[in-house]
């Protein structure tokens, strides 16, 4: 195990307690060129943008707190984030902001409230593609240790049913992020997530309760998750965390602290010709996206050409802001 991250959400959400590598940085020599990105079936990614740079966008979107856990619904017109921004229960709230269409600005966010919101932190907010089954992850009593994650379902204009601990399955004594659930084939539901457990990637001194960051996945069979597992291929003796799947399991995005950043956590992505294969080889997305400061929580549009992500980058409001990237479609590629 090369470094620890600290309990701290704030540090988990901002990626402000990253551990330096300790190899050389820089980008990767071939991080976010267009030879990787037209692998894919997309162009390459364009420089990243403070969202309130977008023509219209409320200007309360970001804000002199900490932004950041981005996570837009599939139809691109709700935005959920977490933020310690003045209004909250406590600590760090889930927020929500909405839009007309996928082509307007974002209008100011608002607190999702309780049930999903407590007097502790609760942040990395996940909507499912159906709309209504909302992940997130709090560090609230009554879990499995740490940051754990919890389900609950949206009911309209009802609000949100009661949450629940998914379990110590998925959840453990260390902190878990980032929750994404997705109907993969070949597995069905799953859910994948980061967690700070001992046991992962890296050799964890004896008796350890938590370790570096790594990237798991949990089966769904029966409507219980089984135990969580490594992802495979993604995975390093660094810290790799808050993963985030494109909608047909071929590329997955995350944040890692490896050698070959630009300083930091970088947005890292692989990919996979189909969803039974290895991924591939990690690459750094590049200066566009990422900065000399930690970037985190990469969220993907369902169209996969809109990528979100929170940074502490200069020229922000606060501690954290969200920024936002796009790519093309190139003709023929297939997702």
């Known amino acids: 195990m090369r470094c620890l991250t600290r309990s701290s959400m704030f540090a988990v959400l901002a990626g402000l307690a990253a551990c330096a590598p300790d190899a050389p940085t820089g980008p990767h020599p071939d991080a976010g060129t267009p030879a990787f990105a037209k692998a894919g079936g997309y162009s390459s990614w364009s420089p990243a943008i403070n969202v309130e740079w977008l023509a219209g966008t409320d200007p309360s979107f970001n804000t002199a707190s900490l932004d950041g856990c981005p996570f837009t619904s599939r139809d691109g017109k709700t935005f959920y984030m977490a933020s310690n921004r003045p209004g909250g229960l406590g ?3 889930i927020w929500v902001a909405t839009r007309e269409s996928a082509r307007d600005p974002w209008g100011a966010p608002v607190n999702v409230g309780a049930p999903v919101n407590s007097a502790a932190n609760d942040f990395c907010p996940t909507i499912a593609r159906d709309g209504h089954l909302f992940y997130f992850v709090s560090n609230r009593a009554g879990g499995c240790g740490g940051d754990d994650i919890y389900v609950t379902r949206l009911r309209d204009d009802k609000g949100f049913d009661a949450p629940e601990n998914v379990g110590c399955q998925v959840n453990s004594a260390a902190n878990e992020a980032s929750p994404f659930p997705l109907p993969e084939p070949a597995s ?48 390093s003796e660094f810290n790799d965390g808050q993963p985030n799947v494109r909608r047909d399991a071929l590329e997955i995005f995350f944040f890692s602290n490896r050698p070959g950043t630009l300083g930091g956590n970088d947005i890292y992505a692989a990919s ?48 954290s802001d969200i920024y936002v990237t796009t790519r093309e479609r190139l003709r023929g590629g297939n997702e």
């Not at 991924?279 to 590049?286: R, V």
């Open 91 to 93: 600590g760090i709230d």
């Open 188 to 235: 069905g539901p799953v859910l994948y997530f980061s967690s700070t457990r001992a046991g992962g990637f890296a050799p964890d001194a004896p008796g350890a309760v938590a370790g570096d960051a790594d990237l798991y996945v949990s089966e769904s069979h029966g409507g219980a998750f089984e135990p969580a597992i490594l992802v495979p291929g993604a995975n």
């Open 272 to 319: 996979r010709a189909k969803a039974t294969d290895p991924w591939s080889t990690p690459i750094n997305l590049g200066p566009n996206v990422n900065s000399v400061v930690d970037d985190t929580r990469p969220s993907l549009s369902w169209d996969g050409t809109t990528l979100y992500l929170g940074s502490p980058r200069a020229g922000g409001e606060g501690s």
